[in-house]
């Protein structure tokens, strides 16, 4: 049996799983990202939690760390500009691990290590060209191009995210305005809500403290009519820039991964209608979207596992 | 020596050359496209247009026949959608041309050619992930990522002509809105002119009938107001684009393709701005935007030749 560690580093937590060739998860620990306000002192926490592990199975069992992180690049090792993590400067995290850890590391843009997870654990196995959204912190685009994750000349490909999803719209933290993020990842979608809720005295999201995309979820589920337009505009949105990518890359399957997808039909349906509306004829009959089939919970660090696996 | 046939079918022109190894064309013949109001009229005209080559060459000197088209599936032979053509049913144009010419015929997308073209014979010979951009009746894209063309699941892919530059904007042959080509084809730059010419007495284009792209470019190099802000206006609108494609890709190189290409900086200077001032930080020093490399006039035909070679 092979065994290799994933890690998820997300803007809110990072996970760090030991999985095995067939995708269990032996062991599972997770920490809050942004409680380590430099990349020094997140770099030593990290660490402290990778070296538990060795308590369990040493380091020469397993294959080498897989890595998935937001503005990852694979060429270089380096975490740059990575504008939804609290510290600033560009970090060569995988050198900083390899200080610590005599095994293979792999460093890939979150949302490509979501792709190879699918392709590996999920619902991509025999597809030669697909698309993996991820909505969570942040909106990212892993795209498998004949099976190869398409990295392009720097490293940065599918940084659908930054596409302008409206023309001046709000203010993103990479500097620019309408970002598809400042609108479909889980602090957009709250955005809309609370833009919603100031209309309407009548939802049953007012109130709610901390307001998160769970609460949201809950009330469309209720048949809260804020809540459930929340999710038909998100899913608008998206669709409509998931068509734009179509048009460059014509992939036969996007799915939809990340926590905003437990959403399921609330999210994929408005997605759908808007993608399907907004596709030039040809491709129509071409492209799927659906689900990830990476388990929930785990598909991060799956993703980031099947990275050295 | 090898030689092969190239074929470019464009909505105005179908030009065809024959080609050597070093990209000499050793002959070469055009007609209108837009006479042959159906496919079956076309084709017979087309196949006497190649069949004259063979009284130069026998067609056993030949490696095959290469076509560029606009909407057309490598995958399938088939020219589909071509809403620049005036014909409008679909046809396997290599299929009913197999049945004239006993040689190997490779179809592909016009841009695609012209991307192949500028590997083969232009300024993309060592580059591993670039852009071809054509402007001409169409606006396409030719898409290279790791020295291979990107065909998508549906061989389509790369279509940035229709990709939504102006929301709810001009009315696109497609049947959708604010399509990219209806700003920055050579029609959808004469319509930029005309809307200018009517807000602007003193312009040098006033009265011009059947006003084309050179004598916008001409008036412009005169120094006229409006022809110059017709470029700036294409410029920017196809810049913001390409920063949009680029999200996506990540090309290291992108040329600009076509005869719009011709006006040079006037253009060129444009798209730049455009494109640098949208532009994801993490991507401004990886991209180059620049112009094609191959020779003028011949450029399509060479592409198209390259297919086969």
Redesign the interface.
């Known amino acids: 049996m092979k065994y290799s560690i994933g890690i998820d580093i997300g803007g809110t937590n990072t996970e760090i799983g030991l999985v095995d060739e067939t995708g269990q998860i032996l062991l599972k620990t997770k920490f809050h990202t942004f409680e380590y306000l430099t990349s020094e002192k997140y770099i030593i926490k990290l660490s402290d939690e990778i070296s538990k592990f060795f308590e369990t199975i040493p380091l020469q069992k397993i294959e080498g760390i897989g890595i998935g992180a937001p503005?990852a690049n694979h060429f270089t090792g380096f975490i740059?500009?990575a504008h939804n993590l609290p510290w600033h400067n560009n970090i060569n995290i995988v050198k900083l691990l390899k200080n610590n850890f005599n095994t293979p590391i792999v460093l890939s843009n979150d949302a490509n290590a979501a792709a190879i997870g699918e392709m590996v654990y999920g619902n991509a196995k025999d597809l030669?060209?697909?698309i993996v959204i991820t909505l969570g912190t942040g909106v990212g685009?892993g795209?498998v191009?004949?099976k190869?994750i398409?990295?392009?000349?720097?490293?940065?490909?599918?940084?659908?995210g930054?596409?302008?999803a409206i023309?001046e719209g709000r203010q993103c933290n990479?500097?620019?305005k309408g970002c598809l993020e400042t609108y479909c990842s889980a602090n957009g979608i709250i955005e809309t809500a609370k833009e919603l809720i100031e209309k309407n005295n009548d939802s049953l999201l007012h109130g709610i403290q901390n307001l998160s995309t769970i609460d949201i979820y809950n009330a469309a589920i209720k048949g809260d009519k804020v809540s459930n337009e929340v999710f038909n505009i998100t899913g608008k949105i998206l669709g409509y820039q998931l068509a734009?990518?179509t048009?460059?890359?014509?992939?036969?399957h996007i799915f939809i991964f990340g926590g905003v997808a437990n959403a399921k039909d609330l999210i994929l349906n408005p997605i759908r209608n808007s993608f399907y509306n907004?596709l030039?004829?040809?491709?129509k009959s071409?492209?799927k979207i659906e689900l990830s089939g990476l388990p929930q919970g785990n598909a991060a660090i799956l993703g980031a596992a099947s990275l050295v696996l």
Chains 1, 2 share one sequence.
């Open positions: 503005m740059e500009d030669d060209n697909f685009a795209i191009i004949n190869k398409l990295l392009g000349a720097s490293g940065y490909a599918g940084e659908i930054h596409t302008t023309i990479c500097g620019r734009q990518a048009l460059i890359t014509s992939p036969s907004n030039l004829n040809v491709f071409s492209v």
